[in-house]
């Protein structure tokens, strides 16, 4: 089989495809000639495409927090044709503080941002390891190195996410199958308008949850400073390398804010090296 950077058609799952990232990758694919299954809950979304790119775009109605869709729609996909990329890009965020989190949400959360991935992915591992190769792109966020208050689920399904795909990383290794995980920070996809709020109170309006709640609330474009065509350009441009990174920081703010919280979490790890050691048995 050639390798997969040569192929000259390829052929990609991207979930989330209607807006912002996802469709900015579906269009690039598509663009350089390869296919594209697009999963969306609005199956309008992608009509332009479709008139544009004829059979090479399969558009894929995908609820995300229905394990019995998901099923369907990977192993419909796989019986179309062998899989080279996936992109898990489907997410939003619940705001509030953790205390204000109805059950349902926190669930939703995790469905969406760590148990689908996680599905998703490992639906694909065995025919990419059969074929000799492939690329998994997790899109994971600033978010899954750093935390901030109002994001706690969020935070959990993108830590969880990094952390799941940094151990099937070395897993797949051997087979040719690489998976990377990009974190980008703010950027102008519509991500911030879609946010979910809880229901807020009283305790929390005035504390370090409702600053950043309010801050959420009026920001305009301007705070978002990350270009989807660019990131777009930079994810695309990682599935034509041999050896991608596993991490891929995208954002002078993404770069700030995890060299700041690594730097932190070191600088305490460091601090504690004697008492770490002080509880090993006696020699």
Known sequence: MPALSDKAV?????????????RHLTEL??????????TVRRPAALDGLRETYGDRLTVEILDLTRPADVDRVVAGTLRSGPVDIVVNNAGYAVVGAAEEMTAEQIRDQIEVLLLAPMMITRAFLRPMREQGGGRIIQISSVGGQVGIPTHS??????????????????????????????????????????????NETAAYRDNAVGRTRRYLETADESAFTGDPAKLAATIHATTRHPNPPLRLALGSDTYDAIHAALTERLTTLEAQKDLAESVAFAH
Do not use: M, Q
């Open 10 to 22: 390829r052929h990609w799952f991207i979930t989330g495809a209607s807006g912002g990232l996802g």
């Open 29 to 38: 694919a598509l663009r350089n000639g390869d296919r594209v299954t697009a």
């Open 153 to 198: 689920s969020y935070h959990a399904g993108k830590w969880g996410l990094e952390g799941f795909t940094e151990s099937v990383s070395r897993e797949v290794c051997d087979f040719d199958i690489h998976l990377t995980l990009v974190e980008p920070g703010a950027t102008r996809t519509g991500f911030a308008s879609a946010l979910h709020y809880t």
